[in-house]
């Protein structure tokens, strides 16, 4: 009897440990897959919130540089009209971003050459004040998406530096066509309705202005527009 308790006593005790363990080994477990998770995290690099960069009402938070074009709001619209015997006009954000998601939705006519600023700069040193940087072409029957390096380089970056047939349908007269830019490091990767046109390293400039380009039409007096709307941006880890 005496023998047969001990053996009962020796059992409990070992399903205990085994419990003890199994526990033990179950908590280690979930510590390194939360720890795995975050290190998961700050490698893919954390995303902030949406953020309008265009309230709706005015434009508010935005300031024009170089340029006589005649941006207003209309509607759910920034609209940017062309006036003759200007060089390059540029709306642009107060803020500067470094590392971010830009999207947003443009119209533009034919006959207007047009694009959007990233990380770009105005500064009384150079040029006196002219805006310079990394430009994402919009541009009907053009290099829609391609990064073309504005008033500094002066010209497209990518690989090959002429768009393809596919790429030139992409912006179409009169019809919204929708972008996405992603900047982190020196990596700058564009989008346009789906379709993956830039994915180039350039590390020339780190963080800048966003801009809303209305190129020089000369001497022509009917004016010619571009239209934004949807524009959004959240920021990204570097």
Not at 5 to 14: E, F, G, Q, T, Y
Not at 212 to 223: C, E, F, I, K
């Amino acid at each position: 009897m005496i023998e047969l308790n001990c053996l009962a006593m020796s059992v409990i005790r070992s399903g205990m440990r085994t419990s003890f363990c199994s526990f033990h080994l179950l908590k280690r477990a979930v510590c390194l897959g939360v720890a795995g998770l975050a290190l998961t995290q700050a490698g893919l690099g954390a995303e902030g919130q949406w953020t309008s960069l265009f309230n709706g009402k005015d434009l508010d938070g935005w300031e024009q540089l170089n340029g006589l074009a005649k941006y207003s709001v209309e509607g759910e619209c920034i609209v940017g009209r062309s006036v003759p015997n200007s060089p390059n006009s540029f709306l642009c954000t107060k803020k500067e971003y470094a590392d971010f998601e830009l999207e947003f939705e443009v119209k533009v006519d034919a006959a207007l050459n047009s694009g959007v600023q990233i990380r770009s700069h105005s500064l009384p040193d150079y040029q006196k004040g002219r805006v310079h940087g990394y430009q994402v072409e919009i541009a009907v029957n053009g290099y829609s998406g391609g990064i073309y390096d504005e008033a500094r380089r002066g010209k497209f970056l990518n690989d090959p530096d002429k768009p393809t047939p596919e790429i030139r349908q992409l912006v179409k007269d009169d019809q919204w066509a929708k972008y996405r830019v992603v900047c982190q490091g020196d990596h700058i990767q564009t989008w346009v309705n789906g379709v993956k046109v830039t994915d180039l390293h350039d590390g020339m400039t780190k963080s800048g202005f966003i801009g809303l380009q209305v190129h020089s039409v000369g001497a022509r007096q009917d004016p010619l527009q571009a239209r934004w709307r949807n524009l959004r941006l959240r920021e990204l880890a570097s």
